[in-house]
């Protein structure tokens, strides 16, 4: 299995979530290439990474939403050296911060389709899909228009 575009090779040894009883959720969600995220139906607010109860009163009741997709790049940094062997081809890599279009909501990820260089604080992304395995599709992120 290859990224998309020939850059970045095999990615084999790529190691992958392993969903378990908290995000399974999200994972089913990302493997149809949708992204929802949990929002406290008592204080409303969005949270990632999945949980089983709302970090601010304790709610039990956290609802699955689905989210537009789009935000902006909070802050990111470069990758140059690979912490393992997997990663040794796609050097120098972005990961970015993503603050979400939905509000205070933060998810970290890979940036796609741009160069380290052009990488830049408040860059509108969208989410983009990478299928790493035929169960786990990998949420990562690449410019968008507007
Ligand atoms: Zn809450």
């Given at each position: 299995m290859t990224l998309p575009g020939s850059k970045y090779g095999p990615?084999?040894?790529?190691?992958?979530?392993?969903?378990g009883w908290d995000?399974?959720?999200?994972?089913?969600?990302?493997?149809?290439h949708k992204l929802y995220l949990q929002r406290c139906a008592k204080c409303r607010n969005y949270w990632y990474y999945p949980r089983?109860?709302?970090p601010i009163d304790q709610s039990r009741d956290?609802?699955?939403?689905?989210?537009?997709?789009?935000?902006?790049?909070?802050?990111?940094?470069?990758?140059?050296?690979?912490?393992l062997p997997a990663f040794a081809k796609d050097v120098p890599l972005p990961v970015g911060v993503i603050k979400l279009a939905e509000g205070d909501v933060y998810m970290?990820?890979?940036?796609?389709d741009v160069r380290?260089?052009?990488?830049?604080?408040?860059?509108p992304v969208e989410v983009t899909w990478?299928?790493?395995?035929d169960?786990?599709?990998?949420?990562?992120?690449?410019p968008r228009k507007s």
């Amino acid at each position: 299995m290859t990224l998309p575009g020939s850059k970045y090779g095999p990615v084999a040894t790529m190691p992958l979530p392993e969903p378990g009883w908290d995000n399974y959720k999200f994972w089913d969600y990302c493997k149809q290439h949708k992204l929802y995220l949990q929002r406290c139906a008592k204080c409303r607010n969005y949270w990632y990474y999945p949980r089983p109860l709302c970090p601010i009163d304790q709610s039990r009741d956290m609802v699955w939403t689905e989210m537009s997709g789009k935000g902006t790049v909070w802050t990111y940094t470069i990758a140059h050296h690979p912490v393992l062997p997997a990663f040794a081809k796609d050097v120098p890599l972005p990961v970015g911060v993503i603050k979400l279009a939905e509000g205070d909501v933060y998810m970290v990820g890979r940036l796609m389709d741009v160069r380290p260089q052009d990488v830049s604080i408040g860059m509108p992304v969208e989410v983009t899909w990478f299928d790493a395995s035929d169960d786990i599709s990998l949420p990562y992120w690449k410019p968008r228009k507007s």
